[in-house]
T-cell receptor, first 112, second 112 residues
Framework: EAQVTQNPRYLITVTGKKLTVTCSQNMNHEYMSWYRQDPGLGLRQIYYSMNVEVTDKGDVPEGYKVSRKEKRNFPLILESPSPNQTSLYFC???????????FGPGTRLLVL | GIQVEQSPPDLILQEGANSTLRCNFSDSVNNLQWFHQNPWGQLINLFYIPSGTKQNGRLSATTVATERYSLLYISSSQTTDSGVYFCAVRPSSSGGYQKVTFGTGTKLQVIP
């Protein structure tokens, strides 16, 4: 089944404890992206990747890192999480930058 | 950056009624998608529609790129249509065509 998977789906952590949210797609998509969704602010793009080893900042990249060493995986790294990074995170992928995006199920993160 | 506004922000419908949701954008785009976020938070693709008209069952969408708006039509609404509807665009400008900007969303509640 073609899909985008994210892990974990739910995470509670403490300020400053490094964490990684994984994202994987099995559709051989080139374009991958991370978003956060916050009440009243909608979905905002954090980082995106046009292909392996090609990443760039979205609208809200501060406090996040990403890597794209393989085409199928695009992990989101929070090296020192803070409470303002409490949010619902979505990973998405598309065949290329102009095609339909498919979203993962989301990861709910709470930083205490 | 590009601004994307959706209207109305909230909508309550009686089951069986029709509705039109609007997405206005401030700059030219070459990619526009409509999504439905169900009450469980899942983002579901509805249409990829940078221009023209498409239909899928009770849903249809029209994008008039030259006038910078898109419309989503829901006919014979059902309670399962409840949730939040988002449009998302990619600008045509060379400086930011890889980025995606989401609209503010329309929250729809369909009551029996």
């Amino acid at each position: 089944e073609a899909q985008v998977t994210q892990n974990p789906r739910y995470l509670i952590t403490v300020t400053g404890k490094k964490l990684t949210v994984t994202c994987s797609q099995n559709m051989n998509h080139e374009y991958m992206s991370w978003y956060r969704q916050d009440p009243g602010l909608g979905l905002r793009q954090i980082y995106y990747s046009m292909n392996v080893e090609v990443t760039d900042k979205g609208d809200v990249p501060e406090g996040y890192k990403v890597s794209r060493k393989e085409k199928r995986n695009f992990p989101l790294i929070l090296e020192s999480p803070s409470p303002n990074q409490t949010s619902l995170y979505f990973c998405a992928s598309s065949l290329d930058v102009q095609e339909t995006q498919y979203f993962g199920p989301g990861t709910r993160l709470l930083v205490l | 950056g590009i601004q994307v506004e959706q209207s109305p922000p909230d909508l309550i419908l009686q089951e069986g009624a029709n509705s039109t949701l609007r997405c206005n954008f401030s700059d030219s785009v070459n990619n526009l998608q409509w999504f439905h976020q169900n009450p469980w938070g899942q983002l579901i693709n509805l249409f990829y529609i940078p221009s023209g008209t498409k239909q899928n069952g009770r849903l249809s969408a029209t994008t008039v790129a030259t006038e910078r708006y898109s419309l989503l039509y829901i006919s014979s609404s059902q309670t399962t249509d409840s949730g939040v509807y988002f449009c998302a665009v990619r600008p045509s400008s060379s400086g930011g065509y890889q980025k995606v900007t989401f609209g503010t969303g329309t929250k729809l509640q369909v009551i029996p």
